[in-house]
């Protein structure tokens, strides 16, 4: 064998190495390739279900805002009335009712005065022959145990 003839012989088998080396490896190009299909098919299968549900959550959460929304102007409306109600009342019966509370302030103090009137006092006589007073609405200690002079 010449020179060339080995030469040859190299080529031919590197050749050959290196075309088993790519058929290798487009098997498991290929290998990998199916999996990713069947992995992007099965999620494909989970999530349109999924997408359906959240959108069906999302479609009820905004129907329940909705109605939040009109409970809250409901009860906005309801306490801008009330507060309308409580002016009106206070404007009519406010006047009339401090006019009583001052005339009822007025007979307290007028009859006050009579109570700060002189008071009236009696005379009793006891049995052992001494006197006492007695203030009408108010209560004086007892002379018990001591001796008056008589």
């Given amino acids: 064998m010449s020179g ?3 030469a040859g012989i190299l080529v031919a088998v590197f ?11 487009l098997v498991r190009l290929a290998q990998v390739l199916k999996a990713t299909t069947k992995l992007v ?5 989970q999530a349109v279900p999924l997408l359906a549900d959240a959108s069906t959550t999302v479609r009820s959460a905004r129907t329940q805002l909705d109605r939040v929304d009109a409970i809250a102007s409901d009860v906005q409306e309801v306490t801008s009335n009330a507060s309308a109600l409580s002016s009106t009342v206070a404007s009519t019966f ?5 006019k009583v509370a001052a005339f009822g302030y007025g007979v307290r103090k007028a009859l006050g005065r009579t ?3 002189p008071q009236k006092t009696s005379r ?5 022959g001494g006197s006492r007073s007695v203030i009408v609405g108010r209560t004086v200690p007892s ?4 001796k008056q002079k008589g």
């Fill in 15 to 25: 050749w050959a190495i290196l075309v088993s080396f790519l058929a290798v490896v």
């Fill in 94 to 98: 406010g006047g009339p009712l401090v």
């Fill in 115 to 117: 109570e700060d009137a």
């Fill in 41 to 45: 098919a099965d999620v494909t299968e």
């Fill in 143 to 146: 002379a018990r145990g001591r």
């Fill in 124 to 128: 009793r006589t006891r049995s052992d």
């Fill in 4 to 6: 060339g003839e080995v």
